[in-house]
């Protein structure tokens, strides 16, 4: 086992810290992570808005509710590219060292990204069709338009930091304050920018696409579609997260950038369906990372603080199990990760490898004959506790079989806890 884990760690890690410092990965990790609040509030609203229970729909539909509780989302969640391009492109800056005119390169980007939607907008009314050409299409602010924005948000800040390193700014003297300086040393570069991308909208208007957009939505929704519908994608992340955490690598870190790009926006699509109360398009979503497979933690460890509180038989896992739990529970595991320690532990590389496999797939393969609900798109907030998640993403019945993942977690846990218990009692009498 120790050649084994030599042998993997010297294969691994290299990558591993290669994908932990690549600075683009991490704007897109941190953009969505600013975006997360607006997220989470407008998937709130979401549910309040859509809740399905007959009760409750009978009193929010005799009420002004229904309707108020739905306006948060039309501009949050259904406009979740524009904040996404604004905050991807503002953490792209600073990571590759602007970090000074970050606040106007997001704007920039944000200006950009609404450049390349077309004006005009066709509906009907009495059933003639009407055109508003100064109307500015929503059809790219939501879901759709999360390729483009994650795009612009890495290249436009690059093309900026061009302008700069070539010295293609406006100069000042030297008496102007820093702040006016600094926005004129902006001008030319966004001047240039905008020209630039006025020109490939106007390109792109003479092809059969119509606009970037679409080409972007067109070429990259069915491969990355297809590869986060696929359940050994997530069974892929999921094996590095736990190999990562092993070698004492933050594998949430390094494979969250992966989660984001592939499922928010199919997260999204979910939610934005559950919103209109069409069928839900996606089996996997990003909340499934946290709702199946890393239950209690990387891992699967909720089970394993259960074991550790109940039934370890040595005093040092019985005290350790009772700190964890609580915070196993809400999806915080440091104190097993490095309490236990899961770190460089090989006893428990396999169950820790293992066990957020098995969970997730029998999670995909309940939802795929309809044992349980598809899972509407709701973000889980760190800190959230098991079951309370399993309610605000699916319903009770989402609830009732994260108790079930928790009792599989115990059952592939035990066995090998089990040597690490004995090994603890033997030393206590020792």
Known sequence: MEKFTERLGNMLLPLAQKLSENRYLKSISNGFSACLPIVIVGALFTLLANLNLGFYQAIIGATPLKEIFGFV?????????????????????????????????????????????????????????????????????????????????????????????????????????????????????????????????????????????????????????????????????????????????????????????????????????????????????????????????????????????????????????KLALPSGLCGINEPITFGLPMVLNTIMLIPLICTPIITFSLSYLMTSIGVIPVMNGMEIPLGTPIVLSGMLCGGWKLALWQVVLVLIQIACYFPFFKVLDNQAVNEEKG
């Open 73 to 321: 989302p039309k501009i949050t969640t259904d406009m979740l590219a524009l904040y996404a391009v604004y905050s991807i492109s503002r953490s792209t800056a600073e990571n590759i060292g602007i970090d000074k005119q970050a606040n106007s390169i997001g704007l920039l980007t944000l200006a950009v990204f609404l450049v390349m939607i077309p004006l005009g907008v066709t509906g009907t009314k009495d059933d003639i069709a009407v055109t508003v050409a100064a109307a500015l299409s929503t059809s790219y602010l939501g879901a759709a338009g999360l390729f483009t924005a994650m795009i612009f948000g890495l290249l436009v800040p690059v093309l900026y930091k061009f302008f700069i390193d070539k010295k293609i700014v406006i100069r000042m003297p030297d008496s102007v304050p820093p702040q006016i300086a600094t926005s004129f040393q902006g001008i030319l570069p966004s001047f240039c920018i905008l020209l630039l991308f006025s020109l490939v909208r106007f390109v792109f208007s003479l092809t059969s696409y119509g606009d970037i957009n679409t080409c972007i939505y067109t070429l990259l929704k069915a491969p990355l579609a297809a590869l986060g519908a696929s359940p050994f994608t997530m069974i892929v992340l999921i094996m590095m997260c736990s190999i990562m955490w092993f070698f004492g690598l933050h594998g949430g870190m390094i494979v969250m950038p992966f989660i984001n790009m592939l499922y928010m926006p199919l997260a999204m699509e979910n939610l934005t369906a559950y919103g209109a109360g069409t069928e839900l398009p996606n089996i996997i979503v990003k909340s499934a990372w946290s709702g199946f497979a890393s239950l209690g933690g990387a891992g699967g460890t909720a089970g394993l603080c259960v074991i550790m509180c109940f039934l370890a038989k040595s005093q040092r896992y019985k005290a350790l199990g």
